[in-house]
């Protein structure tokens, strides 16, 4: 059974920047597009980024040209480098893989806040 990991969260003020992580253990999943999503408060799941196994990338518009998606498939993680964040980034992150989906993790609670 894959477990799937989130960390790196935080309280940030606008501006600044956070590196998420997901660490996935129990198999491995280089060869599967992993996708980062998020979920604000009273909002549905969305699509955030998305790295394919060989590497190539996607942005939603809201994120293109802040967050940046990366993998170490010899970790078994991906990353999502975040700067430049706004108040509208709030939300709890996740990462899956896109076609049947892992088990959820719990996700990581990312605040943007002055």
């Known amino acids: 059974q894959v477990q799937l990991v989130e960390s790196g969260g935080g309280l940030v003020q606008p501006g600044g920047s956070l590196r998420l992580s997901c660490a996935a253990s129990?198999?491995?999943?280089?060869?599967?597009?992993m996708d980062w999503y998020r979920q604000a408060p009273g909002k549905q799941r969305e699509l955030v980024a998305t790295?394919?196994?060989?590497?190539?990338?996607s942005y939603v518009p809201a994120v293109e040209g802040r967050f940046t998606i990366s993998r170490d498939n010899a970790k078994n993680t991906v990353y999502l480098q975040m700067n430049s964040l706004k108040p509208e980034d709030t939300a709890v992150y996740y990462c899956?893989?896109?076609?049947?989906?892992?088990?959820w993790g719990q996700g990581t609670q990312v605040t943007v806040s002055s």
């Open positions: 129990g198999s491995s999943f280089s060869s599967y597009t």
């Open positions: 790295i394919t196994g060989i590497g190539g990338t």
């Open positions: 899956n893989r896109l076609g049947p989906p892992y088990p």
